[in-house]
């Protein structure tokens, strides 16, 4: 502990006695993630390896329309969560117990809604229902603990009263309907017309309690690396799922032979998450953030569909796996668009933050882009051709790798340019 240790107790106090929530300095120099908000991440790998599971599960079992819907509600729910402790952590985090005993609240309804998503991904496959109350009541018990903190801040911060209890208001909203969509008996399309509607709700908070996400003290490079390092956590579900779509392919009586299907799923699985790692660490998301505050809510969020690129990866990866191992329906070509688009989302999503964030179009990001798509266009193409899923794999896997030879040759003196251009002008907006 540091004497810069928000929550260092002084003489006859406890370790972490109570501090007040009155915001942190957003410049605050060698503001980093601390050890509380790594463990938060972790209990959300949970979360995030239990959806592309099951997500897998039905891609191979050629029920891609309904993995698709059930992966997104799942995805939303987890990544809105964790985005809206992220914020707030980096605006107001205190480290004191209070803080520690409401964010260990947030991880046990992590770890309930968890335990929910099967039921709901059952549910979306049979199709005639959406049984989601224990995901429903794991989100609630995350966002009252958010509610306890937003609390805080309003009792201990004057000047952020006013942006704190709008939060109260609206967050108590969203979760009231949140549970009477959950234990209404409606039929499946109702519920997911009301879950469309309440979802909007959950993204539009921070616009209406702060105009965006300008209104509380957070701090750009802090909250840049909790999204870099949450990315990671993610991106370990691309390992996860080499590691299950290379076991089964293992020959020999016991498992210990190397088949040509074995290495060509472990070099395309370790590849393809290399390469999506190299590609996002590529873009300076804090410096950007430093002159470009206003547009927080277009990085914070943005990132949702950033994450569930990540993660379908991973799921499709695993998919690849079960259809090598025999145990998928879908076809060969359904199986390598289950890897490419997602790989296609993240990485187009990821240039489309680049640009927005910075203002700034680059023909050469287009040509960058147009290739990396080809690519992937490609490695369908050659699976409708019948060229086995093994090697469109691998193609799959060179797509992340046009940005990084791009980057690494003559998009890295772009973007040092565009950087410069943004510096120069030091604008807010």
């Known amino acids: 502990m540091t004497e810069s240790d ?17 915001g942190r300095d957003p410049r605050e120099r060698g503001r980093k993630a601390t050890p509380l908000e790594l463990l938060f991440d972790l209990t959300f790998v949970v979360a995030v390896g239990t959806a592309s599971s099951y997500f897998a599960e039905m891609v191979a079992g050629d029920h891609a329309g309904p993995a698709v819907v059930a992966f997104t509600l799942a995805m939303f729910a987890i990544t809105n969560a964790w985005i809206s402790y992220s914020w707030f952590a980096s605006a107001f985090g205190t480290d004191d117990w209070l803080y520690r005993s409401l964010t260990m609240l947030q991880m046990i309804g992590v770890v309930v809604f968890a335990l929910g998503l099967p039921a709901m991904f059952h549910s979306v496959e049979e199709g005639d229902h959406l049984e989601i109350r224990a995901m429903v009541i794991g989100y609630v018990v995350m966002r009252i603990a958010m509610v306890a903190q937003w609390w805080r801040t309003a009792r201990e911060s004057p000047a952020f009263h006013r942006v704190s209890t709008a939060n109260i208001r609206w967050t108590v909203i969203a ?16 519920v997911l017309v009301a879950f469309a509607v309440f979802a909007v709700l959950e993204l539009l908070l921070p616009v209406l309690t702060q105009g965006g996400a300008g209104g509380t003290p957070w701090h750009p490079h802090h909250v840049a690396e909790r999204y870099g390092l ?16 290379s076991g089964g392919l293992l020959g020999g009586p016991h498992g210990t032979e190397w088949t040509a299907n074995a290495v060509a799923v472990v070099v395309a699985g370790v590849g393809l998450t290399f390469g999506m790692w190299w590609v996002y660490f590529s873009t300076p998301f804090g410096d950007i953030l430093v002159h470009r505050r206003a547009r927080g809510y277009l990085f914070g969020y943005g990132h949702m569909l950033v994450f569930a690129g990540i993660a379908g990866a991973g799921a499709g990866l695993h998919v690849a796996g079960l259809y090598l191992e025999h145990h998928a329906k879908a076809g060969a070509v359904a199986v390598v668009l289950s890897l490419a688009l997602p790989v296609g989302l993240y990485l187009l999503v990821v240039y489309l933050l680049h640009t927005l964030l910075l203002s700034a179009g680059d023909r050469f990001h287009l040509l960058l882009i147009s290739l990396t798509l080809a690519v992937l266009g490609a490695a369908v193409l050659l699976s409708a051709a019948g060229a086995p899923v093994a090697v469109c794999l691998l193609v799959v896997m060179l797509a992340p790798f046009v940005t990084v030879v791009g980057y690494e040759t003559v998009g890295h003196r772009h973007q040092r340019r565009m950087l410069a251009d943004l510096t120069a002008r030091r604008s807010p907006s």
């Open 6 to 22: 928000p929550a260092a107790g002084g003489p006859g106090r406890v370790a972490h006695s109570r501090v007040p929530m009155r």
């Open 175 to 190: 979760q009231a309907g949140w549970l009477v969509v959950a234990f209404t008996k409606l039929s499946f399309g109702p």
């Open 230 to 245: 949450f990315a990671i956590i993610t991106l370990g579900e691309g390992v996860v799922g080499t590691v299950a779509s």
